[in-house]
């Protein structure tokens, strides 16, 4: 009867246990979605263009909405891939664009990587191919703007 007893509680212990490591895993992974769904759904103006400046500390990404509009834009494929470019509607300028690799490390970091920098219209510049090099950033977000901050040199 004691052995019948400890057993029944060893597994109502496992089943608690175990059903709270799988609500924990499900609000991670639910965490990490908001992020992932929420920027790979659009277009975003970006302060910078995203991988160009290895020495850039912060990107600031706010939600596009289809108008004429010069600055730099950002996208990210859901397969893993991203464009950051600089984008003008008269056409006359310089324009650069990188493309790169990014994953979602945890339900608050994203790392970056540039494959390729490459300039269009007035400039006179090869492309570049980047070395592989990641760049990790927090995600954190206010109202309608996304911030990432940069975490390592």
């Not at 007893?5 to 608690?16: D, G, K, Y």
């Not at 891939?81 to 300028?93: F, I, K, L, Q, R």
Request: proline share 1%.
């Amino acid at each position: 009867m004691i052995k019948k007893i400890a057993v029944q509680t060893n597994i109502l212990t496992f089943a608690i246990f175990f059903f709270s490591l799988s609500i924990i895993g499900q609000e991670m992974k639910n965490t990490a979605n908001v992020y992932k769904t929420e920027l790979e759904k659009g277009t975003w103006i970006t302060d910078k263009i995203l991988g160009l400046d290895t020495n850039v500390k912060k990107y600031t990404l706010a939600k596009f909405t289809q108008r004429k509009f010069a600055g730099n834009l950002t996208t990210f494929s859901t397969k893993a891939s991203y464009t950051s470019e600089y984008v003008s509607h008269c056409g006359n300028d310089n324009f650069t664009t990188v493309v790169g690799k990014y994953k979602f490390l945890d339900q608050n970091r994203i790392a970056i990587s540039v494959d390729t920098v490459s300039y269009h219209g007035e400039w006179e510049k090869p492309t570049e191919y980047r070395k592989p090099e990641e760049f990790i950033f927090t995600i954190s977000k206010s109202e309608d703007t996304i911030v990432f901050t940069r975490l390592n040199d």
